[in-house]
């Protein structure tokens, strides 16, 4: 069963807006992931951030991370038409070995609009 | 550079029939992980791989489907008797564990029909 909720389920922009999703899950992580998948493919890696960091920045992507609160929140800023896929969290749980199952919500289909 | 790659891309077979997939993980990778994606859900773990012994596997792996990595390489998931809820997309994902925090990175998939 999928441990993490992620909102909005959809979400449309015009290009040029910025996009942010949030994610919420349920117990300890060793580390948080960010995915990207376009139709039909596989997912892209996008970004990690141990339990230890509370932001991230990689390009137009800004990651934060509120372990007290359980959530984390994607920003894509200055958003493009190629940025529309469906993006995924996924928590590496502390009862696991890091590394071992990533657990991933259900994800939020962005759609950026030109 | 080359990634995580899955063969079939795609197969259509039967119910009851068996089915075999190929994952290629990217090169030096130790760990090899399978996920099952089905349309509009995020993937669900399968089982994963530290060279070739099978570490973990999911209550979802029912004992239809047997999963193998006999040299530490690449690994092939087998369906034995397929069923309609099968039907999926087949994830394949490599990282290299050092014992910290690594991404996964993931091959396009085998999207399996069951007719």
């Known amino acids: 069963s999928q441990q993490g909720e992620e909102d909005p389920q959809a979400l449309s922009i015009q290009e040029g807006e910025n996009a942010t999703m949030n994610c919420s899950y349920k117990t300890s992580i060793n580390n948080l992931q960010w995915y990207r998948q376009n139709s039909g493919r596989g997912l892209v890696h996008l970004i990690l951030?141990?339990?230890?960091?509370r932001e991230k920045h990689s390009g137009r992507l800004r990651v934060t991370l509120d372990t007290s609160k359980k959530s984390s929140s994607l920003l894509i800023t200055a958003s493009r038409a190629a940025d529309t896929a469906s993006y995924f969290c996924?928590?590496?749980?502390?009862?696991?070995?890091?590394?071992?199952?990533?657990?991933f919500g259900e994800g939020t289909q962005l759609t950026v609009n030109p | 550079d080359t990634g995580v790659s899955q063969n079939p891309r795609h197969k259509i077979t039967k119910r009851g029939q068996n089915v075999t997939f190929r994952c290629d993980p990217i090169s030096e990778h130790n760990r090899l992980y399978w996920y099952r994606q089905t349309l509009g859900q995020g993937p669900e773990f399968l089982t994963y791989f530290q060279n070739e012994a099978q570490l973990e596997k999911s209550r979802l792996l029912s004992d239809r489907f047997s999963a193998e990595r006999p040299k530490g390489s690449f690994s092939t998931l087998e369906i034995q008797r397929t069923e309609q809820g099968d039907s999926a997309m087949y994830l394949c994902?490599?990282?290299?564990?050092?014992?910290?925090?690594?991404?996964?990175?993931f091959g396009d998939g085998t999207r399996l029909s069951i007719l």
């Open positions: 994902a490599s990282s290299l564990w050092d014992g910290g925090d690594q991404p996964q990175h």
């Open positions: 996924a928590t590496d749980y502390v009862w696991e070995t890091s590394g071992s199952r990533l657990t």
């Open positions: 951030i141990r339990s230890n960091e």
